[in-house]
């Protein structure tokens, strides 16, 4: 059922973690591109975050979590970036529309991705080994 039977939760989490910040980094990256190019704060977080979610999804398929095989790859991807949508985006997003103004765009773009990071754990772990616990 998975590639990695023995792998333990504090292991998926440290190798999540791993891709996370690979992931943020690549996301700002993106983010600040865009920025540059002059493309409005939320478009430019869409477009880091679709770089970004391509990136996660493949690294964290193959690397972090023990990948269940009776979840097929359609599946697997439409679940991750769905819930990618929700979490990180919407979360990244509503925090770049609603503390941007006060706090400027680069902290409210950074508090947004610590809020979801946990989140986006439980979700992408889901979205590949079929659960949230056990």
């Known amino acids: 059922m998975s590639d990695d039977p023995g792998r333990t939760l504090g292991s998926k989490m ?34 880091a975050w679709l770089v970004a979610v391509a990136f996660s999804f493949t690294a964290n398929r193959f690397w972090s979590f023990e990948r269940d095989r009776s979840i097929p790859l359609g599946r697997s991807v439409f679940r991750f970036v769905s ?38 754990f439980l979700a992408a772990r889901w979205s590949i080994e079929g659960r949230l616990v056990r």
């Open 14 to 47: 440290g190798r999540f973690a791993v891709v996370g910040v690979a992931n943020t980094v690549i996301d700002l990256a993106a983010f600040s591109a865009l920025l540059w190019v002059a493309v409005p704060p939320l478009a430019a977080n869409v477009g």
């Open 83 to 120: 819930l990618g949508a929700l979490i990180s985006l919407g979360v990244s997003s509503l925090f770049i529309a609603a503390l941007a103004g006060w706090t400027g765009v680069w902290p409210a773009k950074i508090a947004g991705i610590v809020v979801a990071a946990v989140l986006n």
